[in-house]
């Protein structure tokens, strides 16, 4: 099996400066390495290139803060994760925030739209993501992709590559969920997506809710995308996150999620994003994640 690394240093899509920083740290803690020793072929790893802050005019306010610099990297990195599939190859992005997951999922899901196939989601976040322009109280993009991936809001982000909305509300879980804003509340119901919230996890186990997750994010598709936020973890597990919520997964139910996702065969492809090296102690987050990653990709402890 193949697998094509996709750098996106991208830190325009929230207000804390540095997530650019976590495709290095990452990098820096043998992903790469680390994949090719179980086995894996690592291929081709490339970057989507992305402006600084610096290079752009300011952007304090707004709806839907750098849009246009956040548009043009979404629509480049759908092209990048569609021709890695295309390739043979499946695509692991690394971020950058998670504003850059409406341009790898995009990509993804028109791959296999293509083909007549719908893909499963599994949303791993603090966060629900579900904002959109004029309701998010903070215009950053990072809390708005998975709205745009069901086909709300912008309708140039929602029409990256096809105009049909890339995920179906029925193949998609959001799991670790535990702050979301009030109008995002209301979206998410009427989209009607499956939430598994900290209590859920607290009541029910991870064992549990990790099975009835990949029950609906196989049934009727091709296989899934775990798009991995790691502020879905707790703070304490991952420090190294801009926008820390306490009270999240454990670094245990995380690996068991992500080894039971690999268990099924069907994960089509991954993005790990909201790394922030600069609030890290030392590289531990970023680690951390590798490891999941492996997780992710089958590692077992025999
Ligand atoms: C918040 C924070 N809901 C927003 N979102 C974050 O700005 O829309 N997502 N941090 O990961
Ligand atoms: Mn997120
Ligand atoms: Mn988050
Ligand atoms: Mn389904």
Not at 266 to 287: H, Q
């Amino acid at each position: 099996k193949s697998i094509q690394i996709i750098g996106v240093p991208v830190d325009l899509g929230a207000s804390r400066r540095g997530t650019d920083g976590g495709v290095s740290a990452v990098r820096i803690a043998g992903l790469g390495e680390k994949l090719t020793k179980m086995g894996y072929t690592v291929t081709d790893e490339v970057d989507v290139a992305v402006p600084s802050k610096e290079s752009r005019p300011k952007e304090t306010t707004g709806n839907m803060r750098f849009r246009s610099e956040i548009l043009q990297v979404c629509q480049d990195l759908a092209v990048v994760t569609k021709e890695a599939l295309n390739k043979g190859n499946l695509p692991l992005i690394i971020g950058g925030d998670h504003s850059l997951a409406i341009g790898s999922i995009s990509g993804i899901a028109d791959y296999f739209q293509e083909k007549g196939g719908e893909l499963g989601l599994v949303w791993f976040d603090a966060h629900a993501d579900m904002n959109i322009p004029g309701i998010s109280p903070s215009g950053n993009i990072h809390g708005m992709p998975l709205s745009h991936l069901l086909g709300y809001g912008d309708k140039e982000f929602t029409g990256i590559l096809s105009v049909n909305p890339k995920i179906k509300p029925e193949n998609v879980v959001l799991v670790g969920v535990r702050d979301i804003d009030e109008k995002e509340k209301e979206l998410i119901k009427q989209s009607g997506i499956k939430v598994y919230s900290m209590r859920d996890i607290d009541e029910l186990g991870m064992s549990r809710v990790s099975d009835e997750i990949l029950e609906i994010v196989t049934k009727g598709t091709v296989g899934f995308h775990v798009s991995f936020d790691v502020d879905g973890c707790d703070p304490e597990v991952m420090p190294g996150s801009g926008t820390l919520v306490p009270g999240g997964v454990t670094y245990r139910e995380a690996h068991l999620l992500l080894e039971k996702c690999a268990e099924t065969g069907l994960m089509t492809s991954m993005d790990l994003v909201e790394l922030n090296p600069f609030l890290d102690k030392g590289n531990i987050s970023a680690e951390r994640a590798v490891s999941l990653v492996l997780s992710a990709f089958g590692q077992s402890v025999l």
